[in-house]
């Protein structure tokens, strides 16, 4: 068995982490190794490039939070990711330091059950394919003053224009994340749907649309000039021209989390959206 | 053949058409019975009691607006339903009153598609159950200056207990009625699942949230005292009790509409919310 | 100098520090009463009716929550009002139990500062007026299935009409009260404004719409029939009858806050608000 | 007299107006000037540079929608502006193109009364004054993945620190422009007050903050890195620094737009927010 670990390395307790991981696996024979950032901060010789984790490795650990998590999910294909926070609960990071020994047990005994995510593809008009687990996002860039129009297209069918500051489609497992920073509605895993939520539309009655997950979502940019940032879960990877048409749809490609049974969703919600506190004033 | 018509009473554009259709139905000597509110209004003899037309009859037609197709649909079980709007569109009356022949000629010689439409079935402690296509509905009522909690619990996990104004299920139909006056998403059709929007909470971080429709929602209002309205489409059917629970989940039963294959959601959409319409300022 | 004393008898904090506070008053010959309630739970012959206390007090003394301090504040008139929080800190009840002394000495030696807050007065057409601190409230009701719509006249000119749950017309002390869960903004004291906001409308593009607190409000119910809930800070005071017209502008009488001058209004709002923990996820 | 002619040179009808106001205005012997881009368009000789305008000019036209006025705002100091709209009603351009002509004879007679509007003025640390009609914006810039923190002081008190794509703030009249894409309220014109809006706060419980235009709002990004645009009414004028302090207040410059008497503000709010059109479902 090998594993693959990602580090937070701006995180003292990830390093340390990481530090008492490798002597636990170390001393159960266990090979792993490290992305190559995370290993040269940690001053490992045992990395290999992102790119050929999925290949080698037989399972993934993440040592961060949930940007670290995200991080790893985009090489981990369908390996199994466990997720170890070092600070406050995450969403996708569902076990903290103390349960880190549980679930390392469990992993490598191959006794745990698995939360599978489905994740976004986004395919450019050059046929270049991108993944992401969180949302996909196309911005107004720094053009011009005059906003961009965004159109949506729904299976083909035109389901609205507008001027906005972008448009976010995002997973079950994104909507916890930018889109709920834009309004949309929270969506409970293994729901089946995406949501399309708009950033800051200039029409007042454009609201968030949840749409089935078998859907195909093509967005274009409508201006005259400028380059439009497209984001995979936050990260820009391509300046759109207008008019290039973005076809969003359902990866065919799986997350697959280590469950923490301990946990459940509705826990992590109230707890990550501090439901137990009510904020209008009155007794 | 038989058909069961109801109709919006208050608008003489619908008495006309009623009128109208009668002699066509006469004309082709179709059998149709009203309900009894709209033969009365008309002054026809035919009509039958509201629960005995889906037994009778072999599809409904409604003519108003969309309250007028929810009223019928309480009643069509799975007969088709045939949806005529008197005045603007609608997101359930699917043809205008110029269409209305080619609808009927359609209906009458069997050569239509079929949009399924889920609904919500809301059972309380006493076994009764009701039925609701777009929304169940819990308020606080016209208690006590101190607002109820609303407990909520999916698949008998808590998700959460907070005070509000009240709380809404709804299905994809019901997502553009009274939960997106709330600050609901929009749901698309067939999407599977339901939403669970809360009015006025008392807790900025609580939203709306997607959940498969496969799931149970079970519902109870924490409060010493107090009677809070459960509504179905709108209508209130209850008064719940302190602490009675009230278990929500997708019916059995599915509304069959009668498609209009003109018009497509998308479109319906963009008329209904004026998306063609830029409101804040700037040109 | 004499002190009338609200007290919140559901919460044992609070009738303790009505106990303690009594010694101190009395020690120094400080002379005092209750409201008739708050005497009562404490078993208290020193009581006056309510309406009577700010013409025999000096200064008033709410032991308990916002709510409390809100229903103290309809007595006390121009009076000073020194707020005791006896849970969570309030918006308005600045000081913590152990702030409760010192907030008496400077109380009782008159060595204090005043925050001033605004109140509404709501007319009736019967000429009858009510006072509030936080807000007027007009609620749909338990009519009939179709929302009545709101008529809003801003001195004199009609600024809109629409269908909703109701309409929240808020002093900027009732900006972080009901017509925050309503979706209102945040209005910082001393803004000389006033927030219309409406609950739940049917009409996409209305938002909350913050007016100079020089202009007078008209509100009336349009509908056939029902009766529709005028409620003063959260308290139901009369149901209003269709096309009855409410009155609504700045009352000329203030509530006098005695200030923490430890505190301020931002330190507060963080607070209140949780605005040290970030929600959505990430790292 | 003598006047300064702004035009939207992309619309054929401000072009066509503009050329048949010259006419009135060389019948009259009335002197006037256009800014020199649209001049260029209209093939006149007659410009002078922007700067210069109105210290040669003794009113302002502008003739195209409530963009080309804004543009025209930046120059006209104290001097009056008369707003034609060549497409729907604005905000802030009163006048329809039938009603141009009355509006000349006004304002060549003196006839006429000003509705004066509020400016913004923001400081940089090198001293540099920048002033606006609508709202001061500082966004995130296209930096990292990970979000900066925006910090705000009002009058020196710390308002708040949190991570967000911007913070706007908005006078009265630019509450109906990107500060109501953004959630914030409208405010009524003469209001006094500004509104802080954040853009997509990832804190679920920032809301707009409306504080009296006396105070002074003070902005810096936190960041290790990045350029953060500030841009001002739309238009993007430095990149500020991490930690760079940004002070708006109100402006002792206002701007004084010529009112037509047959509109009013609850008017022009009803037709341009589309208050007669009802959203949700229902008849």
Excluded at 8 to 31: G, H, P, Q
Excluded at 107 to 122: D, F, M
Excluded at 160 to 179: H, L, M, P, V, W
């Amino acid at each position: 068995m090998k594993l693959a670990i990602f580090v937070n390395i701006t995180r003292e307790k990830a390093l340390e982490l990481a530090r008492e991981l490798t002597v636990w696996l170390d001393a159960r024979s266990i090979d792993y190794v490290f992305d190559p950032q995370s290993a040269k901060s940690l001053g490992s010789g045992k990395w290999e490039e992102k790119a050929d984790l999925s290949q080698h490795c037989d399972a993934f650990v993440s040592l961060g939070g949930d940007g670290t998590l995200l991080l790893a999910s985009h090489y981990s294909r369908s390996k199994p990711v466990v997720g170890i926070n070092v600070g406050d609960l995450g969403f996708l990071t569902e076990f903290n330091p103390d349960e880190m020994w549980t679930a390392m047990d469990h992993l490598v005994s191959g006794n745990y059950a698995i939360h599978t995510r489905s994740q976004l593809e986004a395919t450019l008009e050059s046929g270049e394919m991108l993944t992401s687990l969180n949302d996909v996002i196309i911005e107004k860039g720094s053009a011009s003053r005059r906003l961009p129009a965004f159109t949506i297209l729904l299976d083909d069918e035109m389901l609205g224009s507008y001027r906005a500051d972008g448009i976010i489609i995002a997973t079950s497992t994104g909507s916890t994340a930018y889109s709920m920073s834009a309004g949309g509605p929270i969506i409970a895993p293994k729901s089946n749907v995406f949501v399309i939520t708009p950033i800051c539309p200039h029409m007042l009655t454009v609201r968030p649309i949840v749409i089935s997950d078998d859907k195909t979502v093509k967005v274009s940019v409508d201006s005259h000039s400028g380059e439009f940032p497209l984001k995979m879960d936050g990260i820009q990877k391509k300046l759109l021209l207008p008019g290039e048409v973005v076809t969003v749809k359902k990866s065919p490609y799986h997350i697959n989390l280590v469950a923490n049974e301990k946990r459940n969703y509705c826990e992590i919600l109230r707890k990550k959206l501090l439901w137990s506190h009510e904020h209008p004033t009155g007794e």
